[in-house]
């Protein structure tokens, strides 16, 4: 089945530890990006990758980090999380940057 | 301007209407224009795609993009209670690299 994979699900962590969200897509797109949705805000770009080794800031890239080394996973790293990184986190791929994106499940994290 | 915009809602309408949903977008948004439903606590699912100017239509649904005036558009024909869900507008900018969404309007389809 064609899907996007996040991990895990739910965290609520404290201020300062470190984390990583997993992301994983198995259709062999070359696109890839992170999104964080807040009330009000909508869906906002954090980081997105054109291909392997391929990153670029997106429109909320602060307090961030991603890494593409494999063309399938793409995880979001948060260094030293701080309460407003608390949010609703979708990782999402495309076979090229201008088509439509498959969404993963979703990642609420909660940081105290 | 924000980069695309719709209005947030509620859009209200009965069971068996058309509900027409809209985005006006910036001029650093690129051509390719997506619209997404979202159900409350799940996760985007694409509806339709539209790249060039005109109608596009899938079942239901209906597209509609105007570069000159700088909107896309949704429109739903004969509306079901299951319809009800926010929908997000999306376009690419930065030269297609990044994607901008809308804040997203709540369709509310009444029984």
């Known amino acids: 089945e064609a899907q996007v994979t996040q991990n895990p699900r739910y965290l609520i962590t404290v201020t300062g530890k470190k984390l990583t969200v997993t992301c994983s897509q198995n259709?062999?797109?070359?696109?890839m990006s992170w999104y964080r949705q807040d009330p009000g805000l909508g869906l906002r770009q954090i980081y997105y990758s054109m291909n392997v080794e391929v990153t670029d800031k997106g429109d909320v890239p602060e307090g961030y980090k991603v890494s593409r080394k494999e063309k399938r996973n793409f995880p979001l790293i948060l260094e030293s999380p701080s309460p407003n990184q608390t949010s609703l986190y979708f990782c999402?791929?495309?076979?090229?940057?201008?088509?439509?994106?498959?969404f993963g499940p979703g990642t609420r994290l909660t940081v105290l | 301007q924000k980069e695309v915009e719709q209005n947030s809602g509620p859009l209200s309408v009965p069971e068996g209407a058309i509900a027409s949903l809209n985005c006006t977008y910036s001029d650093r948004v690129s051509q390719s224009f997506f619209w997404y439903r979202q159900y409350s606590g799940k996760s985007p699912e694409l509806i339709m795609s539209?790249?060039?100017?005109g109608d596009k239509e899938d079942g239901r649904f209906t597209a509609q993009l105007n570069k000159a005036s700088q909107y896309v558009s949704l429109l739903i024909r004969d509306s079901q209670p299951s319809d009800s869900a926010t929908y997000l507008c999306a376009g690419n900018s930065g030269g297609y690299q990044k994607v901008t969404f809308g804040t997203g309007t709540k369709l509310q389809v009444i029984p």
């Open positions: 999402a791929s495309s076979l090229v940057e201008y088509n439509e994106q498959f």
């Open positions: 539209i790249y060039s100017n």
């Open positions: 259709m062999n797109h070359e696109y």
